[in-house]
C-alpha cells in the first residue's frame, strides 16, 4: 500500500517541479518494483504456517491457489500500473510532450514487472516472506558494484552499454546477466532487443517454482 501510494506521489513531485520527461521516464524505469513489492509473500509460509491445512486444499488442489494467487497479485498490479500509465499519458498528451514509443516502453516495463513477480515468487517456495524481494534487492546490489568494478577496468562493456552495441559473445553473455538482474533495462529503446532475454528468464522462474510445489505437500 505504502508503494502504491509513494510513487504517484513522486511522479506529481518529478512532473511539475522537474519536467514531463523526466517523469515519464521515472515511472517507466520505476514501477516494475511495484511488482517486486507486491510479491513478497511466500508460498513456504503459508505451507509451514498450517494456513492450507483445511480440505478444500488436499489432494494438491494447494498447488492451483498458490498459482492463482501469483496471477491475480500480478494482474491487480498490472491494472495499478496501467491506471498511472493512462493518468501520465493525458497528461502528456495535455502538454504535447507525449510520444507513442511509450506504449512499447510500458510493454517493456510490464514484461519487466512479471520477471519481478516470477522470480520473487520462485524464491518464495525456498525463503521466507521478505526473504525472497531482499535476495533480489541484494543480487541487484551485486550487479551494481560489478558493473561499477568493470567501469574501472579495460572491459569496455561500459562502452557497450553506452553505444548499445555488443558485437561479441562475452559482451553479449554480460548484458544477459545484466538484464537478469536490472529487467527494468528493457523499457530503454537500446535494450528492447534484450526481451527474449527477460521472458526467458521468466519461464525458468516459473518452470523452477512449479518444479518445488510438485514436491511439497501440506500437512493433513
Same mark, same amino acid.
Given at each position: 500500500m505504502a508503494a502504491g501510494l509513494a510513487l504517484p506521489a513522486l511522479l506529481a513531485w518529478l512532473g511539475f517541479r522537474d519536467s514531463y $520527461?523526466?517523469?515519464?521516464? =521515472? &515511472?517507466?524505469?520505476?514501477?516494475?518494483?511495484? &511488482?517486486?513489492?507486491g510479491s513478497r509473500d511466500a508460498a513456504?509460509?503459508?505451507?509451514?504456517?498450517?494456513?492450507? $491445512?483445511?480440505?478444500?486444499?488436499?489432494?494438491?488442489r494447494f498447488r492451483t491457489y498458490l498459482r492463482q494467487k501469483v496471477l491475480c497479485l500480478?494482474?491487480?498490479?498490472?491494472?495499478?500500473?496501467l491506471g498511472l500509465f493512462i493518468l501520465i499519458s493525458l497528461w502528456g498528451l495535455a502538454a504535447g510532450r507525449?510520444?507513442?514509443? %511509450?506504449?512499447?516502453?510500458?510493454? %517493456?516495463?510490464l514484461l519487466a514487472g512479471a520477471y519481478y513477480a516470477g522470480a520473487a515468487a520462485a524464491l518464495g517456495v525456498f525463503l521466507r516472506s521478505?526473504?525472497?524481494? %531482499? =535476495?533480489?534487492?541484494?543480487?541487484?546490489?551485486?550487479?551494481? =558494484?560489478?558493473?561499477?568494478?568493470s567501469a574501472a577496468g579495460r572491459s569496455g562493456f561500459i562502452d557497450n552499454l553506452t553505444s548499445g552495441? &555488443?558485437?561479441?559473445?562475452?559482451?553479449?553473455l554480460r548484458l544477459s546477466a545484466l538484464l537478469a538482474a536490472f529487467p527494468n533495462l528493457?523499457?530503454?529503446?537500446?535494450?528492447?532487443?534484450?526481451?527474449?532475454?527477460?521472458?526467458?528468464g521468466l519461464v525458468l522462474a516459473l518452470l523452477a517454482r512449479r518444479l518445488r510445489l510438485r514436491r511439497l505437500e501440506v500437512r493433513r
Open positions: $520527461e523526466t517523469m515519464a521516464g =521515472a &515511472f517507466l524505469l520505476l514501477f516494475p518494483y511495484v &511488482f517486486l513489492l513456504l509460509d503459508e505451507l509451514d504456517s498450517g494456513a492450507l $491445512e483445511n480440505v478444500l486444499f488436499l489432494d494438491g500480478t494482474a491487480a498490479t498490472g491494472a495499478y500500473a507525449f510520444r507513442p514509443v %511509450m506504449i512499447l516502453q510500458f510493454v %517493456m516495463g521478505g526473504a525472497n524481494v %531482499m =535476495a533480489l534487492l541484494v543480487a541487484q546490489a551485486g550487479a551494481a =558494484a560489478a558493473l561499477l568494478a552495441r &555488443f558485437p561479441d559473445a562475452a559482451s553479449r528493457i523499457v530503454l529503446g537500446s535494450f528492447f532487443r534484450g526481451a527474449p532475454v527477460v521472458a526467458a
